[in-house]
T-cell receptor, first 115, second 112 residues
């Protein structure tokens, strides 16, 4: 079964450093998403991406965040200057059609720890 | 704005017993509803989805869910729980744009 792949599985970074979280969505999917889950809390929407541009973003997704699809296979989330409160599990997801009627395929996540 | 409420933070059932996890949603249009399961340290796996048609939907791993519009509910059920079902379960509702709003989750513990 096709999978969404995320790397690394765990990243530790110092506060103020830039991090890039990487995702390889399912190859024929067109819609891409990032979600995060702070430990013990609910899964929160960050951003959706389609046709090389952001479709929607949440209040969490401020100027410190950016997304990119640099080539035909990768989808990245960059945090420019990490803060302690950015520590969370970050999930990438993709779907083949507009997500409303179709559950996403989620990756297994990247656990980001900011120290 | 859409929202999802999972009233039960933690549920414990005995292996072999039946299970029902509650989910209530708020959304202005016809909802598209999902249940996901998350094992510790793992990603989110789609169990089942509802977007139209029969109000009782079947999913993977023997789970089913019933959509009740009058109650704004989408409860997840399983007739006989296995120890491997212990995990966290999330209900979610999608907007037209595909954004998912998740509930807080329900942690399921299975007693031997």
């Amino acid at each position: 079964e096709p999978e969404v792949t995320q790397t690394p599985s765990h990243q530790v970074t110092q506060m103020g450093q830039e991090v890039i979280l990487r995702c390889v969505p399912i190859s024929n999917h067109l819609y891409f998403y990032w979600y995060r889950q702070i430990l013990g809390q609910k899964v929160e929407f960050l951003v959706s991406f389609y046709n090389n541009e952001i479709s929607e973003k949440s209040e969490i997704f401020d100027d410190q965040f950016s997304v990119e699809r640099p080539d035909g296979s990768n989808f990245t989330l960059k945090i420019r200057s990490t803060k302690l409160e950015d520590s969370a599990m970050y999930f990438c997801a993709s779907s083949g059609i507009r997500g409303r009627s179709y559950g996403y395929t989620f990756g297994s996540g990247t656990r980001l720890t900011v120290v | 704005a859409q929202s999802v409420t999972q009233p039960d933070i933690h549920i414990t059932v005995s292996e072999g017993a039946s299970l029902e996890l509650r989910c209530n949603y708020s959304y202005g249009a016809t909802p598209y509803l999902f249940w996901y399961v998350q094992s510790p340290g793992q990603g989110l796996q789609l169990l089942l989805k509802y977007f139209s048609g029969d109000t009782l939907v079947q999913g993977i791993k023997g789970f089913e869910a019933e959509f009740k519009r009058s109650q704004s509910s989408f409860n997840l059920r399983k007739p006989s729980v296995h120890w491997s079902d212990a995990a966290e379960y999330f209900c979610a509702v999608n907007t037209n744009a595909g954004k998912s709003t998740f509930g807080d989750g329900t942690t399921l513990t299975v007693k031997p």
